[in-house]
């Protein structure tokens, strides 16, 4: 009796399991600073095209590590890139479906000073918070992995603050992990998203939001991979990232778009 | 050459702090040691788990609990303002705490084995022959121990050096300062420098076999079990 039990169970799983091979799945990569906004595109998607919630699934990690596991063959029909780089490489190396990458999402770079630094809490962050030197340890992504870190060393060089700031910095392998140290009160300032920080509901006096002729255009591109040349659903996606829809909610969580 | 100027300083780097951490632990370690060794208080179960904590848990649970008690807010940051120091994130001894609990278990209990593994009997016989109590550690048990404090130091030496999770959390990767080999492959294989990540990683793969094979080997020797820490 209590094998029939397991026996049905497991003939159940594997009918589940095979059913899920069976319908139509898209598989997402997602640059992982994009998760908030994902989560809310994934919604809108699904419930748009009345689809079963099981058949997209998301998966979130750096560019640089899910552009490695694509190139070794993982199963992803589309990839959001947090560069404009990795898609690039991919079409280079012959990986994707079309040769035509689609600037999904233009990232903002901020200034941004933690809570903790009680002295000058005050006045609101500026450029010259920077220039006076107002901060123990200045935290940014690292400027040879993470475009923002990239576009906060293009800012400082802009201001000539390069080599006078240089012994305060403080970097993260992404600018999550800038987040973390300034969110934490171990640095006082950081160059962060502007999207990290609507996400945390910061006040607009603790941050500066960089003017976007300082730096170069951090621009994320999306890019639909090989293994999703007979998917129309992976189609279907990326026709409506490029919808009103997908834009409006990508501009509200501290994003541009074209 | 196969290192840049960058490598060398995060070998030298890793080489000084995993030696720091080795030479504290093991002054730590060995009270710690000897006491979970000899107790029967009831402390010694939540104690001994509060050790080995750091063989479950993920660096990241570490490296994130470290960062904010290193803030200013935190218990270690509120420490450290009152010597003047604002965080100890981003800096060597910021490090060098985060490994001493890091590599706690890995010294603390090949030294509490080989403590046990004596027995009190050779220790009462000293003592009645009247040897007090450093006397005792000195002349008997550090003797009959050594196969345990040399498996600690290797394997502690040894884990620091392998440490990665902790050290990205809390280090903010600056060269010469926090930013150790594991982050330093970590951030070539990132940036795609596969060719770099090549040389220092073959360089801790072949380090971390010497080290493994030297202790297995030794206490293959003395024929005493030291390491049940792992698994």
């Known amino acids: ?258 | 050459m196969a290192f840049d100027d960058a490598d060398l300083t995060a070998i030298w780097l890793t080489l000084k702090l995993a030696s720091v951490v080795t030479f504290l632990l093991i002054i730590i370690g060995t009270p710690l040691a000897w006491w979970l060794a000899k107790t029967k208080h009831w402390l010694k179960g939540p104690v001994s788990a509060l050790v080995a904590l750091p063989l479950v848990l993920p660096p990241t649970v570490i490296g994130f609990y470290l960062l904010l008690a290193f803030s200013p807010d935190g218990i270690i940051g509120q420490l450290s303002q009152l010597f003047g120091v604002y965080t100890l994130a981003f800096s060597f001894w910021g490090l060098v705490i985060a490994s001493l609990f890091y590599s706690l278990p890995f010294v603390v209990q090949p030294i509490q084995n080989a403590i046990e593994s004596i027995g009190d009997r050779p220790l009462e016989i000293a003592a009645t022959l009247g040897a007090g109590f450093f006397d005792r550690f000195f002349t008997v048990v550090l003797p009959q121990a050594k196969a345990g404090f040399i498996t600690a130091a290797v394997l502690g030496f040894a884990h620091t050096v392998g440490e990665f999770g902790v050290i990205l959390m809390i280090g903010g990767n600056i060269p010469g300062e926090t930013q150790v080999v594991s982050v330093q492959i970590y951030e070539y294989v990132e940036a795609l420098e596969y060719q770099k990540a090549h040389w220092l990683s073959a360089s801790m793969l072949l380090f971390s076999f010497v080290v493994l094979f030297i202790v297995y080997s030794t206490q293959h020797k003395k024929g005493i079990r030291l390491i049940k820490t792992e698994h």
């Open chain 1, 1 to 258: 009796m209590r094998f029939k039990i397991i026996f049905t169970f497991i003939l159940f799983l594997t009918a589940q399991a095979s059913s899920q091979l069976c319908a139509q799945q898209l598989n997402i990569a997602v640059a992982s600073n994009f998760i908030n906004v994902m989560q809310e595109l994934e919604r809108a998607f699904i419930l748009s095209k009345k689809l079963n919630p099981q058949s997209v699934r998301v998966s979130y990690a750096s560019s640089g590590k899910l552009y490695a596991q694509i190139k070794q063959g993982a199963p992803f029909d589309v990839f959001l890139s947090a560069d404009s780089d990795k898609p690039q490489r991919l079409i280079a190396d012959n990986l994707t479906a079309g040769t035509q990458p689609y600037p999904y999402a233009v990232g903002r770079l901020v200034l941004w000073r933690s809570n903790n630094n009680r002295q000058i809490l005050q006045t609101p962050v500026t450029q010259r918070t920077l220039l006076n030197g107002e901060y123990n340890k200045l935290a940014m992504a690292n400027p040879k992995l993470a475009p923002y870190g990239l576009a906060a060393l293009q800012v400082l060089e802009k201001l000539k603050l390069e080599r006078k700031t240089k012994a305060d910095w403080v970097m993260g392998e992404n600018v999550s992990q800038a987040y973390q140290f300034v969110a934490t009160g171990n640095a006082e300032l950081g160059f962060v998203a502007l999207s990290q920080v609507k996400a945390s509901k910061q006040a607009e006096e603790a941050y500066w939001l960089v003017p976007a002729s300082m730096h170069e255009q951090i621009a994320q591109h999306a890019v639909t991979l090989k293994k999703a040349n007979n998917n129309p659903l992976a189609q279907a996606f990326m026709l409506f990232l490029s919808s009103q829809t997908s834009k409006t909610i990508i501009e509200s969580h501290g994003y541009e778009t074209d």
